[in-house]
């Protein structure tokens, strides 16, 4: 095929990302230097997401057969792009510099995050299997580097075992799953498959057991109930900064293709498919908030919290009409900003160096007589969690809301009052947790270096998007009505 200007300009962000993975590389090979890696990853994250506005004009555009460049892709790429580089900007004041800092290399980290970055960039434009599957690959790979990168505690190590092994059987399943569809439809193009199944009518036997374990290794990524067991462990022992990138940009790329993969065929979304999705949905609502409650750990508890907010998210997938591609928009960008800033407090309330990360609840007792603004920050995004009004969270869950009511789907909206009502419970402890008294407590301020500022500065700038989104979302659901429904 003929490669024209347009086609560079369409992927332009994807491009741009894999250069400066290649130039980071190259400077680390030069030279060792975290500030300078660092300046570097955010300079060539900055120039993507810039490129973005350009690539929106030339969009829509199948690059080649495996990619296709729309607004729906650009949406979703800036979305991984702000959440890699607020993880970037969280990692380097994790990592610390001087005497205090890491033990090992710090470089390669930041590496493997936009390794990562770029195969999300892929799997959101994804417009075929085999794009699919690398996208997830090339995002999955470096996390197992990432999860296991503080070798020298243990439940690092193990959380980065456990992640390779299941992910790997989660990749199986896909795989399989893609065979099936395969000999189901002739061709890997998700057009191509849309066409063959709505030619049938109902998708036969063959094709509804494709697309189910197509939907069990994608579910494994998204640790949707009942293939969850992996994410508490993975989220305890991943370097917060990783976590923050796991709960964020990696599961963002993953729902964007499930999202688009369904979208082309809605008669994949209907039988037996729409109603494992269904049960797929209550039961993560309702076993990801109930397992959050019994917690004492604040990153297995935002780990039990995300599987409820995807089975949430799978309420708009199921209905699939309407306000549903809106709603699924509007709440990834609520969700991101405010995992974002929970695990923004955590990272810098940690340092690797103490061996491992300040993650128990009861290191959090009374935080607001020691870090003010850290407190106010965690509380805002407790809040949007929990979807209370005035907050970017109650957007996104109103969305949703709106979507079950316009689809009649009253179960689903059953669980998700009643899931959220159980939520209100644990995030209400954590930030009880943060105003409590201690015998004895004297008001101290902790002395910050310049790269913890740097990202004190940012869980700021976040907390005030949180409030100003809750208070005003007419920007971002202009955004997302004129990119998301546009793809």
Not at 241 to 252: D, G, H, M, Q, R
Not at 379 to 393: F, H, Y
Request: net charge positive; proline share 4%.
């Amino acid at each position: 095929m003929d490669f024209t200007i347009q086609h560079f300009i369409a992927l332009a962000p994807l491009l741009i990302t894999s250069a400066t993975i290649i130039v980071v590389m190259l400077a680390i090979a030069w030279r060792r230097n975290h500030s300078q890696t660092f300046l570097l990853s955010v300079a060539g994250l900055n120039l993507a997401l810039l490129s973005i506005l350009p690539a929106l004009k030339v969009a829509p555009l199948a690059v080649t057969p495996l990619l296709q460049i729309d607004s729906f892709a650009c949406l979703y790429m800036a979305l991984i792009l702000v959440a890699t580089l607020a993880c970037v900007t969280l990692a380097h004041a994790y990592l610390g510099d001087g005497g205090t800092g890491y033990p090992g290399n710090r470089e390669e980290l930041y590496l493997l995050i936009l390794m990562a970055a770029a195969g999300g960039l892929v799997l959101v434009s994804a417009q075929h299997l085999a794009g699919l599957f690398v996208g997830l690959e090339l995002l999955s790979v470096p996390v197992y580097g990432l999860v296991a990168y503080a070798f020298f505690n243990k439940r690092s190590l193990e959380a980065g075992i456990k992640y390779m092994v299941l992910s790997a059987a989660g990749s199986a399943f896909l795989l399989f799953g893609m065979a099936l569809l395969y000999a189901e439809a002739g061709t890997l193009s998700f057009s191509g498959i849309g066409q063959a199944l709505t030619a049938t009518g109902l998708p036969s036997p063959l094709a509804q057991m494709g697309l189910g374990m197509m939907l069990i290794g994608l579910a494994f990524k998204l640790s949707l109930v009942p293939f969850h067991l992996w994410t508490p462990d993975v989220y305890e022992g991943a370097p917060a900064p990783v976590a923050a990138f796991l709960a964020t940009a990696s599961k963002v790329a993953v729902f964007a293709v499930m999202v688009r993969l369904f979208q082309i065929s809605p008669v994949a979304n209907s039988g037996v498919l729409s109603t494992v999705l269904t049960v797929i949905a209550i039961a993560s609502i309702l076993f990801g908030n109930l397992l959050a409650l019994t917690q004492s750990n604040l990153k297995r508890l935002l780990g039990y919290s995300s599987i409820a907010h995807f089975g949430y998210l799978l309420i708009a997938l199921v209905a699939s009409k309407g306000l549903a591609m809106e709603a699924i928009g509007v709440y990834l960008v609520t969700y991101v900003i405010t995992s974002l800033g929970a695990f923004g407090v955590i990272t810098l309330m940690s340092s690797p160096y103490k061996g491992r990360d300040a993650d128990a609840l009861y290191e959090y007792r009374g935080l607001f007589w020691r870090r003010p603004y850290l407190t106010a920050v965690l509380t805002v995004m407790m809040l949007s969690l929990a979807g209370i009004p005035l907050t970017a969270g109650f957007i996104g869950k109103f969305y949703i809301i709106a979507t079950g009511v316009e689809s009649h789907q009253w179960w689903l909206v059953a669980s998700l009052v009643l899931g959220s009502a159980i939520g209100v419970f644990y995030y209400l402890r954590v930030m009880v947790t943060l105003y409590l008294i201690e015998p004895n407590l004297r008001r101290v301020d902790a002395q910050l270096h310049w790269e913890q500022k740097a990202g004190g500065v940012m869980l700021l700038a976040i907390a005030v998007l949180a409030f100003f989104l809750g208070l005003y979302p007419q920007p971002l659901l202009t955004l997302v009505q004129q990119t998301g429904l546009a793809g």
